[in-house]
């Protein structure tokens, strides 16, 4: 019997106290989200600027632009 009065006594223990207001949670996540977004917007149209050839973009289609050969004939490597 002294099994189930050690249960009850845990039970009747105050619950664990958050380290911030719930609110503050969910203000967090919604300002890490916002964070994201920014992110993915700086790098918006990167995809289609290397698609595209930009001379700009160091790859391996700017290099090629770049070799004083401006008619290619035969294959490329």
Do not use: C, Y
């Not at 996540?29 to 990167?46: D, I």
């Amino acid at each position: 019997m002294s099994s189930l009065s050690n249960l009850f006594a845990a039970a009747e223990e105050p619950p664990h106290q958050l380290p911030m207001a719930p609110l503050a949670f969910g203000v967090l996540a919604f300002l890490g989200f916002l964070l994201l977004l920014g992110v993915l917007w700086f790098f918006r149209g990167t995809a289609a600027k290397i698609a595209a050839g930009n001379p700009h973009v160091h790859g391996h289609d700017a290099h090629d632009a770049h070799d004083g050969h401006s008619d290619h004939q035969g294959s490329h490597h």
